[in-house]
């Protein structure tokens, strides 16, 4: 069986593009095992780019296994199948990041909740629900690797309006996940956190900075590319003070300085902290 500390394996939730997409690769740069999940299996079957196929793919040339399985996170079977799977297979999951999220076309639009469709309110099942379920399911395996961690990724949302009530209540939702899961995992040596990402250089955002330079060249400046959050998780997997973060919500460019992390280009991504906020730190009280 492979040495957890130096090929750890891995579930990144709703990678087929975007945050998933780079926290994968970087997962896969590691020399990580990744499951690749998500409901686009192939190039074409989306009218969005890419696949949990093609990022399997770019795992594996990062230098890791990336291992693609089709699955539709609203549905609790196909994820349980997906944990049993990697049960079989590895009897054990080191790192899951759960990252899969519903976001509506509508979710950045101006204008108040009422007006725009209430198909928004579907990120409290793709992305708060279905995270719970897929912790629920991997907590048996984290458990029997003997160490291991739960990465939600989250953003600033959390605590400042940003996107409307639906966006702002999943990432809220995510954190609180983070702090409480890291109570009951606490004694089998699991952590629990939340990030903070910063506004990300996905390939969209790369598309629309090359088509609109004067509009977004400020932008593309100081974003992160998704494949900085993926490091940064690898960085708190290799922590050997990883347990005592448990149960925390980190702000990820801060949490790069502390690590001596830099992005594409040897960028510092700057902290909204003073602008957008600090994530909320939860009491220590424990009511059973």
């Not at 079989?88 to 639009?109: F, M, S, W």
């Not at 379920?133 to 739960?150: E, K, M, V, W």
């Not at 702090?179 to 390939?203: C, K, Q, S, Y």
Request: hydrophobic share 40%.
């Amino acid at each position: 069986m492979n040495d957890p500390a130096k090929n750890p394996i891995a579930v990144v939730t709703g990678a087929s593009r975007g945050a998933g997409r780079g926290i994968a690769i970087a997962l896969g740069a590691r020399g990580a095992t990744v499951y690749v999940t998500g409901r686009t299996a192939r190039t074409g079957d989306s009218a969005l780019e890419g696949s949990i196929a093609e990022t399997a793919e770019e795992v594996t040339a990062a230098g890791g296994k990336g291992i693609a399985v089709q699955v539709d996170h609203a549905d609790d079977a196909q994820v349980r199948e997906l944990f049993a799977q990697i049960g079989a297979a590895h009897g054990r999951l080191d790192i899951l990041v759960n990252n899969v999220a519903l976001v509506h076309e509508q979710l950045t639009h101006p204008g108040p909740f009422w007006e725009k469709s209430i198909e928004l309110a579907g990120i409290l099942d793709v992305g708060l629900r279905s995270q719970y379920i897929a912790s629920y399911y991997a907590a048996p395996l984290l458990i029997a690797s003997g160490r291991g961690l739960i990465a939600f990724t989250s953003s600033f949302g959390s605590v400042c309006y940003m996107h409307g009530a639906a966006y702002g209540a999943q990432k809220a939702g995510v954190d609180k996940f983070a702090a409480d899961m890291a109570v009951d995992f606490r004694e089998h040596n699991v952590a629990a956190l939340a990030i903070w990402m910063g506004p990300l250089l996905t390939f969209r955002m790369r598309e629309q900075a090359r088509l609109n330079p004067e509009q977004y060249a400020g932008f593309a400046a100081v974003a992160e590319t998704p494949e900085y959050t993926g490091r940064l998780i690898a960085g708190l997997y290799d922590d050997p003070k990883l347990m005592e973060r448990s149960g925390q919500t980190v702000i990820g460019a801060e949490l790069g300085q502390e690590y001596g992390l830099r992005d594409e280009g040897d960028k510092q991504p700057p902290s909204y902290r003073e602008m957008l906020g600090a994530p909320r730190i939860p009491h220590p009280a424990i009511v059973r």
